[in-house]
T-cell receptor, first 115, second 112 residues
């Protein structure tokens, strides 16, 4: 148990559906992240929220929409996804931004399959 | 080209044997380097984190080394166990762009 909880663990959705991934951290951290992990590719940073303000959006398609209502919760809203969006989506948190040496704690991931 | 290259891509070892995983990076200026273990279907879990001044760090049977001059790191697994079967991911942090660069991982399979 890493202190970062993701739901659902598995999700199958059609290309016209709208769904959301949820993440909650119990570590008192003030930075949260969404990463995408595809087969045989490095983890890709999608969004970073620090102190509830989004500080990065690495050119992620608009069909992915993040929401961070407070420092403990993070959502990823999904709509009109494409089959190539099928991947493992990892939520993570850290105290301050991770680049400064703070450990990132990852959730167990949400396996997304778009059909 | 990825800023963090790991080798070998995959490795099969016998239970009880040792193995070494390599990570070469081009990230600059360097801040710190981390190794994560990711079991199949799970999220990555931190094993070690090393800064510029640290050459080696251990976590149980895992020992990481860092040569910041040659920009190389290794992760040594001693007396492997079946539970060591996982992907090991090297992550390098830079002061320059405040980002983390991830390797693709070393896939290790330990067989009895």
């Amino acid at each position: 148990e890493t202190g970062v909880t993701q739901t659902p663990r598995h999700l199958v959705m059609g290309m016209t559906n709208k769904k959301s991934l949820k993440c909650e951290q119990h570590l008192g951290h003030n930075a949260m992240y969404w990463y995408k992990q595809s087969a045989k590719k490095p983890l890709e940073l999608m969004f970073v929220y620090s102190l509830e303000e989004r500080v990065e959006n690495n050119s992620v398609p608009s069909r992915f929409s993040p929401e961070c209502p407070n420092s403990s919760h993070l959502f990823l809203h999904l709509h009109t996804l494409q089959p190539e969006d099928s991947a493992l989506y990892l939520c993570a948190s850290s105290q301050e931004r991770a680049f400064s040496g703070n450990t990132i704690y990852f959730g167990e991931g949400s396996w997304l399959t778009v059909v | 080209k990825n800023q963090v290259e790991q080798s070998p891509q995959s490795l099969i070892i016998l239970e009880g044997k040792n193995c070494t995983l390599q990570c070469n990076y081009t990230v600059s200026p360097f801040s710190n380097l981390r190794w994560y273990k990711q079991d199949t279907g799970r999220g990555p879990v931190s094993l070690t984190i090393m800064t510029f001044s640290e050459n080696t760090k251990s976590n149980g049977r895992y020992t990481a080394t860092l040569d910041a001059d040659t920009k190389q790191s290794s992760l040594h697994i001693t007396a492997s166990q079946l539970s060591d079967s996982a992907s090991y991911i090297c992550v390098v942090s830079s002061y320059g762009n405040n980002r983390l660069a991830f390797g693709k991982g070393n896939q290790v399979v330990v067989i009895p």
